[in-house]
């Protein structure tokens, strides 16, 4: 078995910072923080991610954990999930020997930390051992975990919530695993292909992940288990039940907790972290009242919308947390083009995540009274948007325009303010890298 070691890997983790705001679905931006008011768990507590696989059933040609999802492999996705949880020690992520390269380069490009890659095998129960052993070997885990936490690296989107009731339900019982009601009925068919017998819908459960045993447990159950255990095996709770006498807990888990399978779920994967990206925005104003009062109208039209907005007049010292937590910008400039501002905004940007894991949106929403509109001396400056746009793009940065009508006449100022929240809506939840530098009219 191949190992990358920690030390091998430190040269990745910059100076203390953490990855950048990861997606929470339950709507919480945050880093490395952990469940609001819950206590910590105090046993150690490391993480197997299984990640060998070939993903045969998408029908494509890259394993499904690489493939990209809003320009960041899945599997980074599923790691990050994990890295946030501070009473997460260790995370062994087992790829096949041929990826151990392509892992490397996605722990140092998102800037993992806590990782420590292994090779894997040619089963799933095969990868799973390798990860387990390597968190006995010394020198790569020096704390033994109380806990580990199986997960397929194929499900991106878990809670801590989640995990600690895991965590402490193997604790109590030596092994938990996450259950859902079934979707079908389970039938047996006969070698002839008719039906054998069917199983009773609400009598049974679909196993998913994440699972968690005692380290005792889970290393005994593949100490003790077969050669077809390993071969054709699917389910490690089976393992503790057959081979440690280990019934495990039970708990059912949240919808989203679904393994990216075929090709379509790749695409559901991206639209829930789509979603979750555009749920709020923040409006810069510079402080201009005109741009203030922009604000509040826009603030409930994108209400309507279900976008939450925070109007700030810039993001300087307290509001420069919102360079960190928020994804989405909105850069109201009154007179003239004011590209400058878009400039220093993508600056601070650039500054404060260095290694953006996800893309983040910035609209330039430029706002011209009628007559600024008719005079040909402030046309848009289309050419600068359009550079500025390319260039602020190589960094994860995609910049949209707007432009907007300050009416006199209130209605047509109303439809303009609708219009402008709707477009900034799809923009925001499109992020389309393909129509960044355009400038559209609301
Ligand atoms: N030899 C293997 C096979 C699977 N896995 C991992 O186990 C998880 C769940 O398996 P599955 O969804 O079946 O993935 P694949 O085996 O890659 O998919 P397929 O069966 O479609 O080929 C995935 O994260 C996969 O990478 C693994 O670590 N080692
Ligand atoms: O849901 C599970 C229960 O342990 C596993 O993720 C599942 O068994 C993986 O199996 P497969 O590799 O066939 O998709």
Known sequence: MEVLHPNVRNKCEGPGRPANPGVFLDGRAGKGDTCSGEPSIDFPVSVVLPAGGTGERTGLHTPKQFCSLLGRPLISYTIQAFERVSWIQHIVVVVAKESMGLMADIIQRFQHHKVLVVSGGSTRHRSICNGVLALDEEGTAPDRPRVVIIHDAVRPFVEEGFLREIAVAAKDHGAAGAIRPLVSTVIATTSEGFLDHSLERAKYRASE???????????????????????????????????????????????????????KDLAA????????????????????????ALAEAFQKAAGALHMGLDPIPDVTAENSRYLLKESNFIQVSINGHCLSEVEALIKALEEANPAALHPLVIIWMRVLTEDEASDSSTAAPTSALLDMASTAKLHQILLYGIQFLQSKDSERWQRSVTRAAEITRTLIRERSPALVGQLLQA
């Open 209 to 263: 992940m994440p699972q968690g045993f005692t380290h005792h447990v889970i290393r005994q159950a593949y100490q003790r288990c077969t050669e077809a255990d390993f071969e054709f095996g699917t389910e490690c709770l089976h393992l503790a039940l057959q081979y440690c006498g280990t019934n495990a807990k039970l708990i059912e888990g949240p919808p989203t907790l679904w393994k990216v399978t075929y090709k």
């Open 269 to 292: 994967a991206e639209s829930v972290l789509k979603e979750s990206l555009s749920e709020s925005a923040c409006m810069i104003t510079g402080g201009r009242t005109a741009a203030a």
